[in-house]
């Protein structure tokens, strides 16, 4: 695997890098202004996608929620894309500490499973999504895991939220 580093046109604040496997391709996104009114939006400054076939790497952006935990926030995005998280557990990634989840997506035509990565950092959270259609994952998922697992942020602020909700007393 080769480490990449991705600098989004227009955005260089939210550069990242990661490990690009051999036979996979990075895409251009071209820089436009997002719209963060739907709470589910995440602008995509990262994408890489397998010449074999339907698997696919990206990294989405948005502005930090303004209450709640990472953890509660990974759940609720989940949840209104139905994606059933499995194995949820704790990561650090370089300076930063986030989630790593396995994860499952079905529209009744089509299952994609996927491993991801959620982040929050200087008030901005990041979605970290290495999927693929679920006949192939198995054959895919190695290098799959690798790449979620080593994305890193060039530049980290530090979080500004809580990973977990705070437990009662």
């Known amino acids: 695997m080769e480490r990449i580093t991705v600098v989004p046109q227009g955005r260089e604040q939210l550069a990242f890098s990661f490990e690009l496997p051999p036979g996979w391709l990075t895409v251009e996104i071209p820089a436009e202004e997002p719209d963060f009114t739907d709470p589910k939006f995440f602008q995509p400054v990262g994408v890489a996608a397998s010449q074999y076939g339907m698997a696919v790497f990206s990294v989405g952006v948005r502005p930090a929620y303004e209450d709640g935990s990472l953890r509660e926030w990974l759940g609720w995005l989940c949840a209104a894309d139905g994606i059933g998280i499995e194995n949820l557990r704790e990561i650090e990634l370089g300076d930063a500490v986030g989630f790593a989840f396995d994860g499952v997506q ?45 994305f890193r942020m060039v530049t980290t602020s530090g979080a500004t939220a809580p990973l977990a909700p705070a437990l009662a007393v």
């Not at 996927?114 to 290495?130: F, K, P, Q, T």
């Open 106 to 150: 079905s529209d009744g035509k089509m299952t994609m499973q996927m491993r991801n990565v959620y982040v929050e950092d200087g008030g901005r959270l990041y979605a970290v999504c290495a999927m693929a259609a679920a006949q192939i994952f198995p054959a895919l998922e190695p290098e799959l895991a690798a790449m979620a697992a080593s």
